[in-house]
């Protein structure tokens, strides 16, 4: 159409326009010379008009993406309410254990030699403990062996996958996956040198090294509500029962959990009913917290759970109190107690045990067998060995008011309390007379003491140097097997522990360097195990060591965390 019209105007202009003396044939060729130039030009336009149309539909195109990107985010913000964060550690640890303690070989393979052949294996519990005590009158028990022991490194990787849901102003979620592994190992489970630790078990699956497996670690949900004027909140499920206070200041960042980490950090499943008393006291930040869990059950999966005849046990119930007594965010004072009913003789896991014990029903014989090929052993309790009861009081000061400088201070003392009630059945415990933190079958009731005391300074470039202290007694017992070490809960400690680190932030929280060291100087056997009574390590015998003893042990650290 616009062709045609171009055509229409240049004849119009051939008729109605000539050049004085120019030829006629002259006229014509330059008459198609620029006709063709005008034809030229025409495609040129129609081109340029074809592309700014694909252009244009392009652009189009564009748009509508852009849009129906922009409702999918619509969408997702409307109905999707989980948001999620990211927490990734890496660190090395060169562990080094000093004066270790266990019995030699000549003792430890007389439990697989034949009684008649002056060994212990196939003996009843009578003549086994007749023959020890002989061995002790005559002074035929050895005394320990002493090595020390070096892991010069150890890398491990922590991962953790934050969730937290606000369904609306008065019900929400937050959950927590786990993973947490060693270079090089995701086997699950650990060769057992004596240590709770060793097991993988309920309490501690997301919080020591178990391999590559994301596991649950928590996951519960809070309905709010008010009682009159007082705030009142609901929670069940997987409880936020590790990193309690005041760990958070060694792992920069919020607090983590409910329970003071003093006396328990320990994974396991329950409720709580929190009253917020700020309004009805006065007292800043005041509120009271009862709490309930389930540390074992007592019949589900376990080999007696079907017979007719069952072992004394029951299921591990907890109940306790975390009373916040005072906190206007630069002071506060926590005061947390718990309680726990038919404490079992261990819990059930997995581990590599490195013998077997086994007692025959009919005839009361103790088979001892060496665990040579690594067999994995599935452990479970077989016995109440009594109650526990433990509080804990933490104190801490903020102290920029006073110095402007940001500097804190904490201070835990706490206190345990074991009533024993039987001796295990369990044939290894059983023929050592071990119970709840007793040996030799007396059943005493024990207290126990602990204290943990902490300063924080703030340092060049943001950074955060911290110093901390605890000590616990002879008969301190405490819940904290999920206590991330490589060694051992220094807050189970029976003797000090003395940890000093440097926290150097790159991106603040979301990406900091830490720099550490922990000296554990053990005085007491057993820190952490609530079977068989403590032992002082300076005078141990053979009998005391049948699985490694440690005595003084230093665990220097680096890591880097990203939190997101």
């Not at 006629?24 to 130039?37: N, P, R």
């Not at 000549?106 to 005590?133: C, D, E, H, M």
């Not at 003789?345 to 590599?352: A, C, E, H, S």
């Not at 390590?537 to 005391?544: F, R, T, V």
């Amino acid at each position: 159409m616009k062709k045609g019209v171009a055509v229409l105007f240049v004849l119009a202009f051939m008729a109605g326009f000539s050049v004085p003396g120019v030829h006629a044939s002259d006229e014509v060729k330059m008459l198609k010379e620029q006709l063709e130039t005008m034809n030229q030009n025409i495609q040129k336009l129609q081109e340029k008009i074809l592309e700014i149309e694909k252009k244009n539909a392009e652009e189009i195109e564009e748009v509508e993406y852009l849009n129906d990107r922009m409702d999918k985010a619509e969408l997702h913000t409307a109905t999707d309410k989980l948001s999620l964060g990211i927490e990734l550690r890496s660190r090395a640890d060169t562990l080094h254990y000093s004066d270790m303690q266990a019995a030699p070989a000549a003792l430890v393979n007389g439990f697989f030699t034949p009684y008649a052949s002056g060994g212990f294996n196939n003996a009843s519990l009578p003549q086994i403990q007749q023959r020890i005590q002989n061995m002790a009158m005559a002074g035929m028990i050895p005394p320990t062996d002493e090595f020390d022991a070096d892991n010069d490194v150890i890398f491990t990787n922590k991962f953790h996958v934050n969730m937290h849901a606000k369904v609306n102003d008065q019900l929400s979620f937050s959950g927590r996956m786990a993973a947490y592994k060693v270079f090089g190992d995701s086997s699950g489970v650990k060769f057992n040198q004596g240590s709770l630790g060793d097991i993988t078990m309920d309490g501690n699956t997301s919080s020591l090294p178990h391999g590559d497996t994301l596991r649950l670690e928590r996951a519960y949900f809070v309905y709010n509500n008010y009682w009159d004027n007082i705030p009142v909140s609901f929670s069940l499920g997987r409880r936020p029962s590790t990193y309690g206070p005041p760990l958070e200041y060694a792992n920069y960042s919020l607090e983590a959990g409910s329970p003071l980490g003093t006396i328990i950090n320990w994974q396991f499943d329950g409720a709580s009913l929190n009253f917020g008393l700020e309004n009805v006291t006065g007292i800043y930040g005041a509120a009271l917290k009862f709490c309930y869990g389930v540390g074992f059950e007592g019949d589900w999966g376990n080999s007696y759970s079907l017979e007719a005849s069952q072992p004394d046990v029951d299921d591990v119930h907890m109940f306790g109190f975390i009373a916040t007594l005072f906190d206007d965010d630069s002071t506060s004072a926590v005061l947390n107690y718990a309680h726990a009913w038919d404490i079992t003789d261990g819990f059930t896991g997995l581990t590599v045990m490195p013998f077997t014990v086994a007692k025959d029903p009919t005839t009361g014989l103790y088979a001892f067998e060496q665990n040579t090929g690594g067999y994995i052993s599935r452990m479970q309790p077989s016995t109440d060995i009594g109650d526990w009861d433990a509080a804990s009081l933490l104190l801490r000061k903020n102290l920029y008011e006073m110095f402007e400088k940001d500097i804190d201070l904490f201070l835990a003392l706490s206190w345990s309390h074991t009533s024993p009630s039987q001796v295990s059945a369990n044939p290894f415990y059983e023929i050592m007379g071990q119970g709840l933190l007793n040996s030799n079958g007396n059943l005493e009731d024990h207290d126990g003491y602990s204290l943990y005391a902490g300063a924080i300074f703030p340092m060049p470039f943001n950074g955060r140097l911290g110093l901390e202290y605890n000590w616990g007694s002879k008969y301190w017992f405490n819940f904290t097997g999920a206590e991330d070490s490589l060694v051992g809960s220094k807050l189970a400690t029976r003797g000090s522990v003395y940890e000093g680190y440097y926290i150097q932030p790159i991106f603040g929280q979301n990406f900091f360097v830490k720099l550490g060291a922990r000296y554990y100087d053990y005085k007491y056997t057993g820190s952490g195990n609530p079977l068989g009574a403590p032992e002082k390590i300076s005078e141990l015998n053979a009998l005391n060591a049948l699985f490694p003893v440690a005595d003084k042990v230093w665990d220097g650290y680096i890591s880097a965390t990203v939190r997101f």
